[in-house]
Each structure stands twice: as C-alpha cells, then as structure tokens.
C-alpha cells in the first residue's frame, strides 16, 4: 500500500520569504509524485509532477519540488513566496503498477504574511 | 469550455433526502473519480472508474451509488442523507490511469441540516 505524510499541517511565511513545503511518501513499488495547489473555493489545480528522469521539477507559479529516493521525499519550494501564494497545497502519489489509485497527503495551509 | 465540470455547485437538503450530483468532462478521458473533502481539507477517494467500469469502490456507505452512463459522464446519488454528508464533493478524471494527473471540478458543496 501506499501513503503520503505532510509534516506541517500550517505553514506562516513573510512575502519575498523562500519556503518550503514537505512530503514523505513511503511505497514497496516505483510511484508518480504529484503537487496540487487548492485556492479558497476552488478545485485542485496541477502545480507540478514528477514521472520520471531528472529528479528537479518545475511547475507553475515559480514552484519546484525535488524527488528523493533514498530518503522517499518530494518536497515543495519557492525562493520567494506572494501573497497570491496563500492557498492549502497537497501531495499526491500514484503506484505506477497498479490503475487508478491515487492518493493525497492531508495537505498544508500556506499563509504568506504582508 | 470547462474542461471538468459539476453541478450542482451548492446544494443544502434535510437530512432523510436523496440527491445527486453530475459531473461530465470533455477531455476526451477514460478514467474518472469521485473524492470527499471533509472540513480539515482532508481528501478521501470514493468511486473511480474505467470506460464505465468500476474499479475503484474504497470504504462508502452503500447509501452512496455512482453511475457511469457513458465514460464522460459520472454521477453521484446518495440516499437517506445524514449530517455526516456534508462535505465538498469533487470530481476528477485522467487520461491515463497509471500515470496520469488528475483534473479537477471546482467542487460541489453539500450541507445537510
């Protein structure tokens, strides 16, 4: 089976500050490694994927995320946060064997202070 | 062109009712869900499926059915509606179910009272 942790339940930040946001997954098969972004009121949107080759991602919105392996690890940065950043972010792993499982981490309220 | 959507958007019933929720997309996909967001923002799968088949049913109150009429279209209904429904409702779908992202519907919102 498969899971997804995210450490920090709530994560306060000043504008222009870097930041980032962890995830840990752990797996017994190779999996696909996902970043979503959840503004208020809103559906999930993409910010980044990570499928396979080099292990730095860049998304949208300046964001990146690097894969680790060794230490099951995909991680979400942004050397320099906005305020239009403010928004509950997940990470999300798929098993690249089996179909249609997909499953989220329990997400991190990221608040950018003025 | 709303790539993924649902309806309704907002829905408030009394406990006791049955409703339903539609979700279609135009992406052309084969593989669609259904997720819970609870109030902790947390995201539970429900239902996914495949061309209309069912592959995925995780742990749901059988008060919950999905149906699948073709394989853009995949509905939620949910009867005897309890206080413990209330929730957003997303859908998604996914070209390919291995490796594929999702794509979201902008939620439906449910509150029982």
């Known amino acids: 089976a498969q899971s997804v942790t995210q450490l920090d339940s709530q994560v306060p930040v000043f504008e222009e500050a870097p930041v980032e946001l962890r995830c840990n997954y752990s797996?017994?098969?190779?999996?696909?490694l996902f970043w979503y972004v959840q503004y208020p009121n809103q559906g999930l949107q993409l910010l980044l994927k990570?499928?396979?080759?080099?292990?730095l991602v860049k998304g949208i919105n300046g964001f990146e995320a690097e894969f680790n392996k060794s230490q099951t690890s995909f991680h979400l940065r942004k050397p320099s946060v906005h305020i239009s950043d403010t928004a509950e972010y997940f990470c999300?792993?798929?098993?690249?064997?089996?179909?249609?499982?997909?499953?989220f981490g329990t997400g991190t309220s990221l608040t950018v202070i003025p | 062109d709303t790539a993924v959507s649902q309806t309704p958007k907002y829905l408030v019933t009394q406990m006791g009712n049955d409703k339903s929720i539609k979700c279609e997309q135009n992406?052309?996909?084969?593989?669609m869900y259904w997720y819970k967001q609870d109030s902790k923002k947390f995201l539970k799968i429900m239902f996914s499926?495949?061309?209309?088949?069912?592959?995925i049913n995780e742990t749901v109150p059988n008060r919950f059915s999905p149906k699948s009429p073709d394989k853009a279209h995949l509905n939620l209904h949910i009867n005897s509606l309890e206080l413990g429904d209330s929730a957003v409702y997303f859908c998604?779908?996914?070209?390919?179910?291995?490796?594929?992202?999702?794509?979201f519907g902008e939620g439906s919102r449910l509150t029982v009272l």
């Open positions: 998604a779908s996914r070209l390919d179910p291995s490796t594929g992202e999702l794509f």
């Open positions: 797996s017994s098969v190779s999996v696909y």
């Open positions: 990570y499928l396979s080759g080099s292990t």
């Open positions: 999300a792993v798929t098993p690249g064997n089996t179909g249609n499982q997909f499953y």
């Open positions: 992406l052309g996909h084969d593989t």
């Open positions: 499926y495949n061309n209309k088949e069912l592959i």
